[in-house]
């Protein structure tokens, strides 16, 4: 009888450690930030080139990477890596001009990992085919 009430008891124990360490890693995995939402918007076609792009995370990242490329080529935006961790970035753009555009980011999240997306928009153009960088 104490037999069959302690293997019980451990079966008890390893499938309640079992479901902590599955709430462990889903929390790990879904900590890192990603981008909410972007102006332009992912695949927006627009009649006149943005002045800014807007990029919103869903918590405080520090922004390291920022490029903006028409047809294949890296457009000088001066972009400096920001420091100061914030939830959104508004950053100028150079004179856009009319063509299919792809920004591409990397932020490091208060985790310490690096996240990098893209997305396009087209400016007197359609936009390049729909990225999957949010």
Same mark, same amino acid.
Do not use: C, Q, Y
């Given at each position: 009888?104490?037999? /069959?009430?302690?293997?019980?008891? =451990?079966?008890?124990? @390893?499938?309640?450690?079992?479901?902590?360490?599955? /709430?462990?890693?889903?929390?790990?995995?879904?900590?890192?930030?990603?981008?909410? =939402?972007?102006?332009? @918007?992912?695949?927006?076609?627009?009649?006149?080139?943005?002045?800014?792009?807007?990029?919103?995370?869903?918590?405080?990242?520090?922004?390291?990477? /920022?490029?903006?490329?028409?047809?294949?080529?890296?457009?000088?935006?001066? /972009?400096?890596?920001?420091?100061?961790?914030?939830?959104?970035?508004?950053?100028?753009?150079?004179?856009?001009?009319?063509?299919?555009?792809?920004?591409?980011?990397?932020?490091?999240?208060?985790?310490?990992?690096?996240?990098?997306?893209?997305?396009?928009?087209?400016?007197?153009?359609?936009?390049?085919?729909?990225?999957?960088?949010?």
């Amino acid at each position: 009888m104490m037999t /069959f009430r302690l293997r019980n008891i =451990t079966l008890s124990l @390893a499938r309640a450690l079992l479901l902590l360490g599955f /709430f462990a890693v889903s929390g790990v995995a879904s900590a890192h930030n990603v981008l909410k =939402t972007s102006l332009p @918007a992912d695949g927006a076609s627009l009649a006149a080139a943005p002045e800014t792009v807007m990029l919103e995370f869903n918590g405080s990242v520090r922004l390291v990477k /920022f490029e903006i490329e028409r047809d294949g080529d890296v457009l000088e935006v001066g /972009f400096k890596p920001d420091l100061n961790a914030a939830k959104s970035f508004t950053l100028p753009t150079p004179d856009l001009g009319n063509g299919a555009f792809s920004v591409t980011f990397s932020v490091i999240g208060e985790d310490g990992h690096t996240v990098a997306g893209h997305f396009v928009f087209g400016v007197g153009a359609a936009a390049p085919a729909a990225s999957a960088g949010h």
